[in-house]
């Protein structure tokens, strides 16, 4: 079973950097997908960025030209580099690691973005 930890969260002034990682423990495949999504309380949960093993990524459009999604294999990590942060992006991020019809949720992590 996989489990995965999330760090590097928190508040930031807007125009701002943060960086979270997500470490993947338990039972990762090095051919597994690995993203991020958010959620604000009310709405859906939506795609933030995905990486694949083979280094294909995609982005949500909110998020494109501003964030960067990385991963380690090495060290079964994902990472995602946020750049010119607005209050807009504030929302509870999650990261998600997936392989065919398997799939874990890590247990978010709050980005708060002021004004």
């Known amino acids: 079973q996989v489990q995965l930890v999330e760090s590097g969260g928190g508040l930031v002034q807007a125009g701002g950097s943060l960086r979270l990682s997500c470490v993947a423990s338990?039972?990762?495949?090095?051919?597994?997908?690995m993203g991020w999504y958010r959620q604000v309380q009310g709405k859906e949960r939506e795609l933030v960025a995905l990486?694949?093993?083979?280094?294909?990524?995609r982005y949500g459009d909110a998020v494109k030209g501003r964030f960067t999604i990385s991963r380690d294999l090495a060290k079964n990590s994902v990472y995602l580099q946020m750049n010119s942060l607005e209050p807009e992006d504030t929302a509870v991020y999650y990261c998600r690691e997936w392989y065919g019809q398997s799939e874990t949720w890590g247990q978010g992590i709050q980005v708060t973005v002021s004004s």
């Open positions: 990486i694949g093993s083979g280094g294909i990524r």
């Open positions: 338990g039972r990762p495949f090095r051919t597994n997908f």
